[in-house]
């Protein structure tokens, strides 16, 4: 059975890393990738959130797709990590990307296998094993 405390490090784990990268490449950006749609949860995002006993976010159609995602602000996003759409936790741009890989190679490792330690982590919560 996956605990909360589990779970939260290991979205912390994760967040440490990319904030690390995003703080030093998002600030010069010219194509920002936090559009509304992106803000917007899928299925497994829904029965994550509600797994976690949160309430989802309310869905509003207020604004275009295109249009800056709602939950960003000056300083990046407001949600906290476990709270956004796992798509924000799983996408890297080209340039997020480069400024990982530009890390000593063991910490690029470790960073990756904590992403997948948080991707089984999500993925056994949303199929629980049958027992
Ligand atoms: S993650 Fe990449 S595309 Fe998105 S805002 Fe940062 S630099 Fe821009
Ligand atoms: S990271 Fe936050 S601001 Fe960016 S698209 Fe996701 S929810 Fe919106």
């Known amino acids: 059975m996956i605990s909360r405390a589990d779970l939260m490090n290991a979205f912390d784990a994760v ?3 990319i904030e690390r990268h995003t703080s030093l490449v998002c ?3 010219k194509n920002i990738c936090c559009i509304n749609k992106h803000g917007n949860y899928d299925d497994s995002d829904e029965i994550f959130i509600r797994a976690l006993g949160l309430g989802s976010l309310e869905q509003l159609y207020d604004r275009m797709d295109t249009e800056p995602c709602r939950y960003l602000q000056s300083s990046g996003c407001s949600l906290p990590r ?3 759409p796992f798509r924000c936790t799983w996408y890297f741009c080209e340039g997020l990307l480069s400024s990982m890989q530009d890390d000593p190679p063991r910490e690029y490792r470790a960073f990756i296998r904590n ?3 948080l991707r089984l982590l999500r993925q056994e919560i949303l199929n629980p094993p049958v027992v």
């Open 15 to 17: 967040s440490l890393y």
């Open 27 to 29: 600030p010069s950006c």
């Open 82 to 84: 476990y709270r956004r």
């Open 115 to 117: 992403l997948e330690n």
